[in-house]
């Protein structure tokens, strides 16, 4: 039997202009990971937090999707919420701010 060829994600970096390769097992995506996460834990709702055109998939399976200001625009035009960006520590700080109310 040979072994399956791993599913394979080719873009530009958002940050670098840089082109980098993702490999990952046909079940290690975080999409499958945050929903069999959510689903094992029996979890209502599940909000999603993004940056990259990597996480596009991931917004496929939450309710609620924030990407931070500085988040390429692909992601920006699917999130339900833009948060502060990367360099701001936009999802700690909104983290911080659902936390303390």
């Not at 072994?3 to 046909?26: N, R």
């Not at 998939?57 to 390429?72: M, Q, S």
């Amino acid at each position: 039997m040979g072994a399956a060829t791993p599913p394979h994600f080719l873009s530009v970096d958002g940050y670098t202009w840089e082109h980098w390769l993702e490999i990952h097992a046909a079940g290690g995506t975080k999409a499958l990971a945050a929903r069999r996460l959510a689903d094992e834990l029996g979890t209502g709702r599940m909000i999603a937090f993004g940056d990259n055109v990597n996480d596009v998939p991931l917004f496929g399976v939450a309710d609620e999707l924030c990407a931070v200001a500085n988040a390429v625009p692909e992601l920006r035009a699917l999130a339900t919420r833009t948060i502060r960006s990367n360099d701001e520590d936009g999802v700690a700080r909104w983290l911080e701010e659902c936390v303390r109310g």
